[in-house]
């Protein structure tokens, strides 16, 4: 699959706090059109390497600031509609109090671009409306931050839960081949086969049901 990745920098504001983060933009079609997977911070490179190609959806894995607050911005350089999981909304609500995602995301919905299909698998836990985007015919998958390179995504904060999170892995994401390539919304990328035995212990420690 062409596929192509944009990173962007800025701050993760949430709960009354700060940090500095490191986002993945990832980009997949082929010369003509593209789909852009999380839109953060700064849309003027990913408009850079759209190039004037088609965009047929800006599909935000989740609500967080840092992964849909440029994408209104890129919505309105290359025409092409934003999706959201309705879950998270209200952490939408947050950065654009009088805007709104264009289409809900769904699981089982099918995304295209270029002739890929990438199916939505919902996987809350790290926020309600979690989403991750699988392409079965390319073996990848887009994590967004409910699986890294090294374990499950973070928790701890407003409308986050841990072992919502890890039976989400356990049971949308873990049922997947092994070989599987997971690209994440920060970080380096992994497979499934790299993260399936440190995951499951994590999961049998805290005694997920």
Do not use: K, Q
Request: glycine share 10%.
């Amino acid at each position: 699959m062409p596929l192509e990745l944009v990173i962007t920098e800025g701050l993760f504001i949430l709960d009354g706090g700060e940090w500095e983060v490191t986002n993945n933009v990832w980009l997949v079609g082929n010369d003509r059109e593209v789909m852009v997977i999380d839109a953060g911070h700064d849309h003027a490179p990913i408009v850079e390497a759209v190039a004037g190609r088609r965009v047929t959806s800006i599909a935000s894995t989740h609500g967080h600031n840092d992964h849909i607050n440029s994408a209104v911005a890129l919505r309105d350089e290359v025409d092409a509609p934003i999706l959201l999981h309705p879950d998270d909304r209200m952490l939408w609500d947050m950065v654009y109090a009088d805007d709104a995602p264009d289409r809900d995301l769904a699981h089982g919905a099918t995304l295209r671009a270029a002739g890929h299909e990438l199916a939505v698998i919902h996987t809350p836990g790290h926020s309600p409306g979690s989403c991750c985007f699988w392409d079965a015919g390319s073996g990848l998958m887009f994590s967004g931050d409910t699986l890294f390179n090294g374990g499950p995504g973070a928790t701890g904060r407003s409308f986050s839960d841990r072992p919502t999170l890890l039976r989400s892995i356990r049971d949308m994401l873990l049922v997947l081949p092994d070989e599987t390539i997971v690209h994440t919304g920060h970080g380096d990328s992994t497979t499934i086969g790299s993260e399936r035995a440190g995951l499951l212990d994590h999961i049998a420690r805290l005694e997920v049901d």
